[in-house]
């Protein structure tokens, strides 16, 4: 009984460090969690029950061996974070403050990828690579972009600032900054030059076909208006 009594003990220990060593050094990351989740409730329910903070607590432990070199050992705890939580991002990868990963199953980041401050993932997102070159072959994410369930972002190319990347859409270009891209392949649309709020307000995404159409439309009218 004193043993069973001494091993709870510990794991109570262990998991009072682990939620404190996280709430220390991934403050901002459960913030960012709590800002654009609304169906988060509380701070400790993000540190233990959000695989997306998971897969980034792993990442950044797996991160500092793979900058030492210790290549296999990297690899080994990035396995082991998408075995426990269906998210796989490369050691090699750079990813910057306050990111979030929402539901996160499924989403691949590739080892050249870079990913700045504020960027939101949805499931299914693909960050990867074309072919088999060496260097930089995945893409990077500028601050505060927002890429929807199950976009794939592929090649080594660049999303601009501000940019929301629609659900399944294909992205193989450049986007500029302060951009929407729907689409397979993904066309660009700007968002009347406006930042892309974090109340991701998804059903009044810009199309660009309906856009083209649109004024398609309005011309047709004005030439009928000056021919009639």
Do not use: C, W
């Amino acid at each position: 009984m004193v043993y069973v009594t001494v091993i709870i003990l510990a794991f109570v220990v262990l998991f009072a460090v682990k939620v404190s060593l996280i709430s220390l050094f991934f403050y901002a990351d459960v913030r960012a969690a709590q800002k654009r989740d609304p169906a988060a409730k509380s701070f400790l329910e993000i540190i233990l029950l959000y695989q997306g903070l998971h897969a980034l607590v792993y990442y950044r432990i797996a991160h500092i061996f793979y900058s030492m070199h210790m290549f296999f050992a990297a690899r080994a705890i990035s396995q082991a974070a998408r075995l426990f939580t269906g998210i796989e991002i490369h050691p090699g990868a750079k990813i910057g403050r306050r990111f979030f990963i929402d539901h996160g199953m499924g989403v691949v980041i590739g080892e050249t990828a870079i990913i700045g401050d504020d960027v939101l993932l949805y499931q299914g997102v693909t960050l990867g690579g074309t072919g088999v070159v060496k260097g930089k072959r995945h893409p990077t994410i500028e601050d505060n972009v927002v890429v929807g369930a199950g976009a794939k972002v592929l090649g080594s190319i660049t999303i601009g600032e501000n940019s929301y990347i629609g659900a399944n859409a294909v992205v193989i270009k450049d986007v500029p900054a302060n951009s929407t891209v729907v689409g397979v392949p993904g066309r660009i649309t700007k968002q009347d030059g406006k930042k892309i709020d974090i109340s991701l307000d998804h059903a009044h995404i810009l199309d660009p076909i309906k856009q083209n159409m649109e004024e398609i439309e309005s011309r047709i009218d004005k030439l009928e208006r000056k021919t009639g």
